[in-house]
């Protein structure tokens, strides 16, 4: 070959190259969303005045829901804490990865955690160029392997264990006098020391404002780097118990007159507080129309403990829909109209598929997600998932609260009476069984969750010592009996 033929041939590929890459340029021209996941803890299905609320105001958290999409029949993965946040991460139910149960607390975690065979979300989005942070809670595993920095996150701040106290001046004082007398780890995790990047630090403001702080530093150093776009995981640990509440915030509520109540109020007011700031700071470094907020709990609310879930039946723990289906909302100016009313059932499995499609990320290929892109649907007002079940299984030491939602319509069992059958679309306090007018419906679910109920693994781990040893004693998950046609 002559050099000038291969300087043509050269000149050709050069040009072939750059015209491929201008058409996949010219396909995506949008800069991708930052996404912004706001959870709270234990927070109930009315604690929000968009969800018609009594007596708690949440004005900043309605502004964002009413200018976005609020869902009505969105639900979690699991009706507490850990495994609903592992769904959350993985795209998948927890079941099927062994982690049904909360892990251990710190002082017996045993090196415990999410099995690194699932990839999170944020490792998905970080692989694809986002900047990705983690505040709050963490509850996945506290070992290195398990840490957030070790998960896709190249930021944490917080605490990896289930729960914390929120006044610095009482965990602090409780941390050093367990130290003085030598108690380093027997002390309650609530009462430790945050931390930031794997380094204690000494956090001095109520841990709420603390977490809405160090997530504007995040957002803030986002905003400097134009080149990235941002993946933010807050996780709040309010209204979670302890209640310990700001008196400020508690006086936002002079009629609520019982204590619990009033206190988790004021916790519910600190995060609505907190996202103000958050809403401000997006403005000002001119990131909040291209920022997708999304906002709900991990589960349901705890009525003892000042939560409220109206009109839905129970709450945290339960398979009744007060257990887990949650307020929430989306917000994002540039691609989604205000105002919309998302009435069909979705899954916070859903997240995982849907923010892998907007960032342009790619999903392992192994990875066998329980959710669906739910976008589109979103966009057209129509059912993302029609015909596709919702499970939710909770184990108890004996039995499993199961229930399963399709479309409209939920098969439930629980310890208290066997299955039954509610239009939870138009019967949201599930009052009305209509066992009999849907019984091959019926009879159909059950053979679907027994289906599911393959693809579940063994407990990798159990919350401590004695659930573990009842699940062996027990010859637990015993499906024969959850499952048995009736
Ligand atoms: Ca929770």
Not at 111 to 133: N, R
Not at 162 to 172: A, D, Q, T
Request: charged content about 25%; some cysteine; hydrophobic content about 35%.
């Amino acid at each position: 070959m002559t050099h000038n033929k291969m300087t043509k041939m050269f000149v050709a590929t050069c040009l072939l190259a750059l015209n491929y890459i201008g058409a996949v340029f010219a396909e995506s021209t949008a800069p991708r969303p930052n996404i912004l996941v706001i959870l709270t803890d234990d927070q109930g299905y009315a604690d929000v005045s968009f969800n018609g609320s009594p007596d708690i105001h949440t004005p900043s958290l309605d502004k964002l829901a009413e200018d976005g999409a609020i869902f009505t029949s969105a639900y979690v993965v699991h009706p507490f804490c850990g495994p609903s946040r592992a769904g959350l991460m993985t795209g998948r139910y927890p079941h099927k990865f062994g982690s049904q149960f909360n892990l251990p607390s710190s002082n017996a975690s045993g090196g415990l955690g999410i099995p690194k065979s699932e990839t999170f979300i944020s490792t998905v989005l970080q692989d694809a160029g986002y900047y990705t942070g983690a505040i709050g809670k963490w509850h996945l595993g506290e070992t290195s392997e398990y840490h957030p920095n070790n998960r896709g996150f190249d930021e944490f701040y917080g605490f990896l264990n289930g729960g914390h106290s929120f006044f610095p001046e009482e965990f602090s004082k409780r941390y050093e006098h367990g130290k003085k007398q030598g108690r380093h780890h027997s002390i309650w995790h609530y009462h430790k020391p945050l931390e930031h990047n794997g380094k204690e630090v000494v956090e001095t403001e109520y841990v709420t404002d603390g977490l809405t702080r160090e997530a504007n530093k995040f957002i803030s150093k986002a905003a400097e780097n134009k080149q990235q776009p941002f993946f933010l995981y807050l996780a709040y640990n309010a209204p979670h118990t302890p209640l310990e509440a700001k008196q400020e915030d508690m006086d936002m509520f002079p009629n609520i007159k019982d204590e619990k109540r009033k206190t988790y109020a004021g916790m519910v007011y600190a995060v609505d507080r907190g996202v103000k700031d958050i809403v401000k700071n997006l403005k000002a470094t001119g990131q909040f129309d291209n920022t997708l907020i999304v906002f709900f709990s991990d589960n349901g609310g705890r009525p003892d403990k000042g939560a409220n879930n109206y009109p839905l039946k129970e709450g945290k723990g339960s398979v009744q829909e007060g257990g887990y289906r949650t307020p929430m909302f989306m917000h994002w100016p540039d691609a989604l109209k205000g105002s919309t009313q998302y009435k069909h059932p979705i899954s916070a499995l859903d997240l995982y598929p849907t923010f892998a499609a907007l960032a342009g990320a790619e999903v392992p290929k192994h990875k066998k997600l329980d959710g669906k892109d739910i976008w589109s649907a979103l966009q057209k007002g129509v059912s993302a998932r029609p015909g596709e079940p919702i499970y939710v299984m909770r184990h108890h030491n004996d039995n499993s609260d199961v229930a399963i939602r399709i479309d409209d319509l939920k098969a439930i069992k629980t310890k208290e009476g066997g299955w039954r059958v509610y239009d939870v679309q138009k019967d949201p306090a599930e009052k009305n069984n209509l066992r009999d007018k849907y019984q091959v419906q019926l009879q159909e679910m059950i053979a679907n969750f027994e289906v599911w109920s393959w693809t579940n693994v063994e407990p990798l781990f159990f919350h401590d010592q004695k659930a573990g040893y009842e699940w062996r004693a027990n010859g637990m998950p015993r499906f024969h009996e959850t499952f048995k046609r009736d």
